[in-house]
């Protein structure tokens, strides 16, 4: 069983900061990319952020500049350092991630809960 855990949203104004965080736990061989999605109400889900196994990183032109996307393989944890926040970056935030349960066995996706960011103006 393996699970995906958001933390770190809530309620700032527009120009602040929040650094979300996803933590893997459960029965884990390895993890390979994992990102940061959103989706904001009345809208499709959108991909914000992506970083490989290695660490290579790619974001969403919409926050390029201002949300930076890292990883602790160690602790099998995602990170979004999301900065001069705007209202219009208000939306649930998933994390999601290719997870490898097992030598032999493929690789899985797996979705966290999401957790909550609301810019006020």
């Known amino acids: 069983q393996v699970q995906l855990v958001e933390s770190g949203g809530g309620l700032v104004q527009a120009g602040g900061s929040l650094r979300l965080s996803c933590a893997a736990s459960g029965s884990i061989f390895s993890i390979y990319d994992m990102n940061w999605y959103r989706q904001a109400p009345g809208k499709q889900r959108e991909m914000v952020a992506v970083?490989?196994?290695?660490?290579?990183?790619n974001v969403a032109d919409s926050v390029k500049g201002r949300f930076t996307i890292s990883r602790d393989n160690a602790k099998n944890t995602m990170y979004l350092q999301m900065n001069s926040l705007k209202p219009e970056d208000t939306a649930v935030y998933y994390c999601?991630?290719?997870?490898?349960?097992?030598?032999?066995?493929?690789?899985?996706?797996?979705w966290g809960q999401g957790t909550q960011v609301t810019v006020s103006s």
């Open positions: 970083i490989t196994s290695g660490g290579s990183t």
């Open positions: 999601n991630a290719r997870i490898k349960v097992k030598l032999g066995i493929p690789p899985s996706n797996y």
